[in-house]
């Protein structure tokens, strides 16, 4: 088994295992790996081991990955970086999935990028800040309402759920894993926003605790970046 195989195995036992401490179903988890700065041949390393769904942060960097892969048919990229609205036609060519929507006229721009390549819909999630530290994006929750609906007027779009990326200490991490589960709630619950996209190489069980349903996982699998 190559380090990946045995690493991502790892990280399914710990999402398993998470799951089950929480009374939840461990198929109700997704994981995305994260391959941000990681060869393409780590990829695949993962893929021969069963992973489908890969993470990266940058516009670029996804728009060559997927092109080397190109022959792994159902790959699934999730892109979860910030973005200029200006880059968001590299991530509309490749992407499936988009975690770090923030802001009304980023929606829009996906939604018209996205047409225009004649891609199927994709996959939404809008990323809420619930931390102070400046280097931190997403919508403020009072303005989570009007990038939702920026991301439903678009017919190319389709409305996920809500992502978020927490301080790194436990306890913040954990309030905001439970503020943006209520935040769910508080936004048309799992119906309207099926998917909370939480939780890290450092605190899935956290996140899973709280309700995770995708956690993004890079260093455990890959290694340290
Ligand atoms: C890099 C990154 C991750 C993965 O972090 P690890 O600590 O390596 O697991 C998850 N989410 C986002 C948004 C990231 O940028």
Redesign the pocket.
């Known amino acids: 088994m190559s380090s990946v195989a045995q690493r991502l195995a790892e990280v399914r036992a710990r999402i398993e295992a998470a799951s089950i401490a929480a009374g939840r179903d461990p198929h109700s988890v997704a994981l995305v790996a994260?391959s941000?700065t990681k060869p393409a041949e780590a990829i695949r390393q993962a893929y021969a081991a069963g992973q489908r769904a890969f993470?990266e942060?940058y516009a670029q960097e996804l728009a060559q990955k997927a092109e080397e892969l190109a022959d792994l048919p159902d790959i699934e990229w999730h892109f979860?970086?910030h973005l200029q609205t200006n880059k968001a036609k590299y991530v509309a060519r490749a992407a499936h999935v988009v975690?770090?929507v923030d802001t009304e006229p980023l929606a829009r721009e996906f939604g018209r990028r996205v047409a225009m390549a004649g891609r199927p819909r994709l996959r939404a999630l809008v990323e809420v800040k619930l931390s102070y530290e400046p280097t931190k994006h997403g919508a403020r929750p009072e303005d989570l309402e009007d990038v939702l609906r920026a991301v439903e007027a678009e017919p190319s779009l389709l409305l996920a759920g809500l992502?978020t990326?927490p301080e790194d200490a436990a306890a913040e991490a954990s309030q905001a894993f439970a503020t943006l589960a209520s935040l769910r709630l508080l936004h048309g619950g799992s119906a309207r926003l099926p998917e909370l996209s939480m939780g890290?190489?450092?605190d899935l069980e956290l996140a899973i605790a709280r309700g995770a349903t995708m956690v993004?996982?890079?260093?455990?699998i890959f290694g340290a970046?």
């Open positions: 994260v941000k993470g942060s979860i970086g975690h770090a992502m990326l890290m190489t450092g993004r996982v890079g260093t455990a970046r």
